[in-house]
C-alpha cells in the first residue's frame, strides 16, 4: 500500500508498517522469510530466500530440524517420495536457484545427493505424478526442460509463453501422459499435454486462462496520475486431485 499511495489521513495506525527491531536477533523466528514450502509426512520444508537455505521444520512443533545452506538465494522447492511405497524417509527434495544457477536434490536428512548446474535460470519446479519426470521452469529463456529427477540431468527442453514462474503437474493429458500448468509473467495460465520422443519434448497447450491484465473500476490510485494497466504476476499453482 505505502508503495502505491500515501497512508490515507485517519486510517487506523494499524496499517502502518513497523518492522522488527534489528538489534534483537531472537525477535524473528529463523524462518520468516521462506517463499516456498512442501510438507510431506510431519515435516514442512521450506525456502529460505533471505539467508540462502532450505529448511526442515517439525510441522507440529515448529521447529527447525534440518538446516541446509546452499550458498546462493533458492527459489522454489518440490519435496515427494522417492520410492513406490510413499515412506517419508525416503523423500527427496528438488529446489531451484535462479541467481544461483543451479537445481540440488536433497534426501531426508538434508544430504545433497545431486548438484548440476544451469546454463539459464531455473525457477519452478514439479514432478509428474508417477515422480517419473522432473520439469523445471528457466525463466531466462522461457522454457520448461524435462529432468531425470534422480540425477537431474536435462533431457530435453521446450520454448513457453514468456518466463514461466509456477509449475504444477497432473497426468491427466490427451496424450496419455502428464500435463503441465505453467503460471506465466503476464498472467497466462497454459495447460500444456507433454509427449516425449527420443531427445525431444513437446508442449500442446491445450487450456489457458487469462487473468486479470489491468485496473478494474474501482482501483484506487493518486489524483491527477492517470491508472496505468499492469499484467497480474501470479506466483504459485496448484492442482487438486480430485480435478483440474
Same mark, same amino acid.
Given at each position: ?84 511405497? $510413499? ?5 527427496? !527434495?528438488?529446489?531451484?536457484?535462479? %541467481?544461483?544457477?543451479?537445481? +540440488?536434490?536433497? #534426501? *531426508? /536428512? ?65 496424450? $496419455? ?5 505453467? !503460471?506465466?509473467?503476464?498472467?497466462? %495460465?497454459?495447460?500444456?499435454? +507433454?509427449?516425449? #520422443? *527420443? /531427445? ?45
Amino acid at each position: 500500500w505505502t508503495e502505491v499511495s500515501p497512508i490515507p489521513a485517519g486510517a487506523p495506525t494499524s496499517l502502518a508498517l513497523t518492522p522488527p527491531p534489528s538489534s534483537n536477533a531472537a525477535a524473528v523466528p529463523a524462518w520468516t522469510s521462506g517463499g516456498a514450502l512442501a510438507l510431506v509426512g510431519d515435516s514442512l520444508w521450506i525456502v529460505d530466500r533471505d539467508r540462502s537455505r532450505v529448511v526442515a521444520v517439525g510441522a507440529l512443533t515448529g521447529q527447525v530440524a534440518i538446516d541446509v545452506p546452499l550458498g546462493a538465494a533458492p527459489d522454489q522447492l518440490v519435496a515427494f517420495p522417492s520410492d513406490d511405497g $510413499g515412506s517419508t524417509q525416503d523423500t527427496t !527434495v528438488v529446489v531451484t536457484s535462479a %541467481v544461483g544457477q543451479r537445481i +540440488v536434490r536433497l #534426501a *531426508a /536428512d538434508g544430504s545433497i545427493v545431486a548438484d548440476v548446474a544451469s546454463s539459464g535460470a531455473p525457477l519452478a519446479v514439479a514432478v509428474s505424478p508417477d515422480r517419473s519426470q522432473l520439469f523445471v521452469s528457466d525463466v531466462a529463456e522461457s522454457r520448461i526442460e524435462l529432468r531425470d529427477p534422480h540425477t537431474l540431468a536435462l533431457l530435453a527442453s521446450a520454448e513457453t509463453l514468456e518466463m514461466p514462474r509456477a509449475l504444477a503437474a497432473t497426468g491427466e493429458s490427451s496424450t $496419455g501422459g502428464a500435463s503441465v500448468w505453467a !503460471v506465466h509473467q503476464h498472467g497466462q %495460465v497454459v495447460r500444456y499435454d +507433454v509427449t516425449t #520422443a *527420443a /531427445d525431444e519434448l513437446l508442449l500442446t497447450a491445450t487450456s489457458q486462462i487469462e487473468l486479470r491484465r489491468s485496473l478494474p473500476e474501482d482501483e484506487l490510485y493518486n489524483l491527477g496520475v492517470l491508472p496505468v494497466a499492469r499484467p497480474t504476476r501470479a506466483l504459485a499453482c496448484a492442482v487438486a486431485k480430485s480435478g483440474p
